[in-house]
């Protein structure tokens, strides 16, 4: 169900556009799956430690986080986890019922 409303939150974000065209619907999804890739490999990477000597401290930790977001961004590229295709979708769906809605008399 949550799936849902951030899906409805991109939709509007992009519907206040009037002729918003299938390539920028793309790009939002595709970011949108490297954000949902980045957040499931943060909480992937909670419970890993670090070694003391060679590791760990305020600098790995950003750098972690930053090493996460290129991953994500990657993975959403190749396009195999499928998050984009199903947003793309649901967002094509929304924006047909509504200009269905707006055309009937």
Not at 21 to 48: D, H
Not at 80 to 91: C, L, S, W
């Amino acid at each position: 169900m949550e799936n849902l409303n951030i899906t409805n939150a991109f939709f509007q974000a992009t519907s206040s556009q009037p002729n918003v065209n299938s390539k920028k619907i793309e790009e939002g999804a595709e970011n949108f799956e490297a954000f949902f890739l980045t957040r499931m490999m943060e909480s992937m990477f909670e419970g890993v430690s670090t070694n003391g000597v060679f590791g760990g401290g305020h600098a790995e930790k950003i750098y972690r986080s930053l090493l996460l977001d290129e991953y994500g961004k990657e993975m959403a590229k190749l396009g195999t986890i499928g998050v984009k295709d199903y947003v793309m979708n649901a967002v094509l769906q929304m924006q047909e019922a509504s200009n269905e809605q707006k055309f009937k008399i």
